[in-house]
Structures are given as structure tokens and as C-alpha cells.
């Protein structure tokens, strides 16, 4: 009887020679599980190092928090220039003047001007002189002041004689207060007599202080010595 021949390795021995070869040399792999010396050497392939996963995961945040930075920078409308503020003027405007202009002007009354204004100023915004009018007695380069009273074409009063009886008023110059000295008129018809001029124009005769109210026959008798036009 023939001798038996021995068998070939066992396949748990080879299995375990392959996995010390792995160990001592990780980037082997083998194409096929009977891989051995026998059919060349073993084929070597770069594998990347293994990183921790704590590692992997501080990789991808920082990768997501990169691609949404530069997603918010590239969507960002850009920065849009602030409009340029409008100059505001620290002056203060020039205050108004009222003044009374009565005479020979188109339209008698009240006008507003501005500080600093003339006599000329004043009587144009009362539609001008009419024509013929003596302005010999009027300054039209005098700066006006609020509240006073431009009489045009009308003769100023006479001044009072000295040691003589009291000079008449005239009643188309004459200022509330003047007015008011007379006897039987006080400041309200005194008032009411200069409306009346400002409104009407000019008194053409004494007589005609009966349109003014207040001012009745016998008031009118008193006056007719004291006043004229």
C-alpha cells in the first residue's frame, strides 16, 4: 500500500499567515482570498489615513459654516449710498412791519413789509401815488417802523403858535392819539375816525365826521373849531 501524501496546508493556517502579513503591512490587499506567494506578490494600494471621528466632524462644520458665509456675502445687495443732506439754513427770517399808508395812494390801508423797508417800499404795495400828488413834504428813503402811519399828499400839521390858542388838528394826519386829546372823543372814536380815513381816504370836510360812528350834531359842533382838512 502506497504511503498518503500529505495534504496541502490547512486553509485556517493560510488564513492566519495572511492576516500576520496584514499586520505587519496594512496597505497590502489581495485580489482574491487564495491570494498567496505562490501567485506573485501582493498588489499595494494607497488607502488615506484614518482620522478620528471627532475630527470629521469639526471638518464638516467648518465646511458648512465656509459655504454659507460666502453663500449670505454673494446674496448680500450691496451697500447703497446715503443721500446727501439738504442744507438747512440757521437764519432767521426778517421780522414783518405793519404800517398804515392813507392819502393819495390807489388803495388805502394796511401793507406788510419787511424790516428794513423805505417810505417807497410801502406806498408801491398801495398801488402806487396818484398822479398830481405833492410829495414835497414826504421823505421816500426813510426806513419805516412797525405801527406808524404814512399820510401822502397831505400837508403835516402847522405847529402851535407860541403863546397863541391851540393850533387845529387836521383830521387827515392826525394820529389816535392826537385825536383822542379832543374833547367828547375818546380812544374809540378816535380809533373809528382814523379807520374811516383808512378805509375812505382822506376827509374832504369837517362835516364829514358825521359818517363816523359815535359822532353826532352836537359832538360835530364841538369839533368844527378844533379840527379841519
Known amino acids: 500500500m502506497l504511503p498518503r501524501s500529505h495534504p496541502d496546508t490547512l486553509p ?16 497590502l490587499v489581495f485580489t482574491k482570498s487564495e491570494d498567496s506567494d505562490e501567485h506573485g506578490p ?4 494607497f488607502r488615506l489615513p484614518r482620522l478620528p471621528r471627532r475630527g470629521l466632524l469639526a471638518l464638516g462644520v467648518a465646511v ?12 448680500s445687495p450691496a451697500a447703497e449710498q446715503a443721500p446727501d443732506l439738504a442744507l438747512v439754513s440757521t437764519s432767521a427770517p426778517a421780522p414783518e412791519l405793519v404800517v398804515n399808508v392813507i392819502g393819495e395812494v390807489a388803495t388805502p390801508g394796511l401793507v406788510t413789509v ?26 421816500l428813503a426813510r426806513k419805516l417802523a412797525d405801527g406808524e402811519q404814512i399820510a401822502v399828499g397831505i400837508p403835516p400839521p402847522a405847529p402851535p403858535q407860541p403863546g397863541g390858542a391851540q393850533s387845529k388838528l387836521n383830521l387827515n394826519s392826525a394820529t389816535a392819539t392826537e385825536l383822542d386829546t379832543l374833547p367828547g372823543v375818546g380812544p374809540v372814536t378816535a380809533q373809528r375816525i382814523v379807520d374811516h380815513r383808512t378805509r375812505k ?29
Open 12 to 27: 485556517h493556517e493560510r488564513l492566519a499567515a495572511l492576516a500576520d502579513k496584514v499586520r505587519a503591512d496594512p496597505t
Open 42 to 45: 501582493p498588489r499595494r494600494r
Open 64 to 75: 458648512a459654516c465656509t459655504v454659507i458665509g460666502l453663500g449670505s456675502w454673494w446674496q
Open 114 to 139: 419787511t424790516s428794513g423797508a423805505r417810505v417807497a417800499d410801502a406806498l408801491r404795495l398801495a398801488g402806487g401815488i396818484k398822479p398830481g400828488t405833492d410829495l414835497h413834504h414826504l421823505n
Open 201 to 229: 381816504g382822506p376827509f374832504a370836510s369837517v362835516d364829514q365826521l358825521r359818517e363816523v360812528e359815535g359822532i353826532g350834531d352836537s359832538k360835530l359842533a364841538k369839533l368844527a373849531e378844533l379840527v379841519h382838512t
